[in-house]
Nanobody, 124 residues
């Protein structure tokens, strides 16, 4: 059984930083791509970042330069460092693993397993 557990969400002010973490059990993360998606109220789930098993990293244009994805194979975890947060970053953030092809990275249906999500709220 695969279990992905996100942590690190919270309420912050614009310009602040947060670090989300995804802990995996039941699968070895280094064998998969790891992704972060988010879903704001009333909107579809959208791609944020991915760290492919090849070692390449990919980001949505809206977070490029502000967010950084990383993974720790020894701990079987993956993190999302979020800097210079904006109110429009407010959403539930989900960790996911899978083996999507490059052209399907941004498609949530191409990913296998999902965590329960962690709320990030950016507000003054």
């Amino acid at each position: 059984q695969v279990l992905l557990q996100e942590s690190g969400g919270g309420l912050v002010r614009p310009g602040d930083s947060l670090r989300l973490s995804c802990a995996a059990s039941g699968r070895t993360l280094r064998n998969y791509a790891v992704g972060w998606f988010r879903q704001a109220v009333g909107k579809d789930r959208e791609f944020v970042a991915a760290f492919r098993s090849t070692g390449t990293k990919h980001y949505a244009d809206s977070v490029k330069g502000r967010f950084a994805i990383s993974r720790d194979n020894a701990k079987n975890t993956a993190d999302l460092q979020m800097n210079s947060l904006l109110p429009e970053d407010t959403a539930v953030y989900y960790c996911t693993i899978g083996q999507p092809i490059l052209s399907e990275l941004r498609n949530p249906q191409s990913w296998y397993h999902w965590g329960q999500g962690t709320q990030v709220t950016v507000s003054s």
